[in-house]
């Protein structure tokens, strides 16, 4: 079975500087795909960004970019220029390309000290 | 317009009782999902149904029956309610990769 850890329950970051969230997996698969979801305090998920396990280039959304290694196994998010609205749980999610579900880590909390 | 919408947002009720969340996506996907996200704020699959058809049960308790009439639609009924059913439910939609949640329904079971 696929499992996701995220190691940091917590992280703080100053306005505007970078801040970095680990995520690690395990998996027999080859192809399969990762996510970062986004969950302010309004409760809603929010995809903030994709990558899919094929791909060898990093995806970048605006302020947010991966660093996916994939013999590592390791997914992690970089949130730059961080602002107070980046607030809120972070999830990293895994899906296998024949799967029918998300496998989702603990969560890490990021808090934005203005 | 909302993409996957889950009514209530609230659901406050006694021991007991049976209750419903109903769940509907607009996007046309394929698959849909319930989640459950305990007061630690671990979300945990609960079901999976792709057209219609139960794909994953993931040990829920039989006191909990998800109903999907057609593709756009996912409801889930809970029946004999527990202090431990209390959590947020949130139902989900996806074609192929990421899925995309509904606002979630918060249950307090009192």
């Known amino acids: 079975a696929q499992t996701v850890t995220q190691s940091q329950p917590e992280m703080s970051v100053q306005e505007a500087e970078t801040v970095t969230l680990s995520c690690t997996y395990d998996t027999s698969e080859s192809d399969y795909y990762l996510f970062w979801y986004k969950q302010p305090p309004s409760r809603q998920m929010i995809l903030v960004i994709r990558q899919e396990a094929y791909k060898q280039q990093n995806a970048t959304e605006n302020r947010f970019s991966v660093n996916f290694q994939k013999a590592a196994k390791s997914f992690s998010l970089k949130i730059s220029d961080s602002q107070l609205g980046d607030a809120a749980m972070y999830f990293c999610a895994y899906r296998g390309a024949a799967g029918n579900k998300l496998t989702f880590g603990g969560g890490t909390r990021v808090l934005v000290k203005p | 317009d909302t993409a996957v919408s889950q009514t209530p947002k609230y659901l406050v009720t006694q021991m007991g009782n049976d209750k419903s969340i109903k769940c509907e996506q607009n996007l046309g996907h394929d698959t849909m999902y319930w989640y459950k996200q305990d007061s630690k704020k671990f979300l945990k699959i609960m079901f999976s149904y792709n057209n219609k058809e139960l794909i994953i049960n993931e040990t829920v308790p039989n006191r909990f029956s998800p109903k999907s009439p057609d593709k756009a639609h996912l409801n889930l009924h809970i029946n004999s309610l527990e202090l431990g059913d209390s959590a947020v439910y949130f139902c989900?939609?996806?074609?192929?990769?990421?899925?995309?949640f509904g606002q979630g329904t918060r249950l307090t079971v009192v």
């Open positions: 989900a939609s996806s074609r192929l990769t990421e899925a995309f």
